[in-house]
């Protein structure tokens, strides 16, 4: 399985991997927010082309499918199965935590995203990456009483912190992880999307 096309749209950033056995090319744009749905098939033609890659030459699609942004994660999700069902491949999810995770060597650490107005997810790892603390939504005030090193990679102002490179995370991550295979992927919710919890009011 060393071929593959890997999407991520789960945060203000897009990331399009495409690998055709040791042939690598990425493609990172790290600020295109709510243009997701615009640009990310041209990427995508862009990637395929430039590793000389046709989907059916795919062994699997792969997408990040968060937490992050409610929109973006639906447009990865969504382009990876309609990839998946073309070319009768299956899919592999990856969690924006695993993401991060699969770039850390630290055996106890803290996954943090930034979930806005002073929040965030949080999933905490321990040895073999086994999960230590499941995916929660914190406030920042519970972020900083976390007694381990935190790991992200968006521009957090969070004590004991380190940034990774979102691009540079996702062939790591896809690598590690191909052997997770499924026939269908789905979004990772840690919270209800503000419209849902504005229905509540």
């Known amino acids: 399985m060393n071929n593959f096309l890997a999407i991520d749209t789960s945060s203000r950033y897009l ?17 295109c927010a ?26 699997f ?7 992050g942004s409610f929109t973006g994660i639906r447009i ?13 491949k299956p899919l592999l999810p ?26 965030y997810y949080v999933c905490g790892y321990g040895k073999d990456r086994a999960v230590t603390f499941p995916p929660a939504y914190l406030s920042e005030r519970l972020v900083c009483e976390l007694e381990a090193p935190l790991y992200g990679f968006e521009q957090l102002s969070l004590p004991n912190y380190t940034r990774l490179d979102a691009g540079k995370c996702l062939y790591t991550a896809v690598c590690l992880n191909k052997g997770k295979t499924s026939e269908t992927i789905s979004a990772l919710y840690v919270r209800k999307s503000q419209a849902e919890e504005g229905r509540k009011c």
């Open 94 to 119: 990856v969690t924006s935590f695993d993401l991060i995770a699969y770039n850390v060597t630290d055996e106890n650490f803290y996954t943090v995203i930034d979930a806005a107005h002073g929040y």
């Open 15 to 31: 990331t399009v991997l495409a690998v055709k056995g040791e042939k690598i090319v990425l493609n990172h744009l790290p600020d």
């Open 76 to 88: 990865g999700i969504a382009t990876a199965k309609g990839f998946a069902l073309g070319a009768d």
């Open 61 to 67: 699609f792969a997408a990040v499918t968060g937490p």
């Open 34 to 59: 709510m243009k997701h749905s615009v640009i990310l098939m041209g990427e995508v033609e862009k990637a395929l082309k430039q590793a000389s890659l046709t989907p059916s030459e795919c062994d």
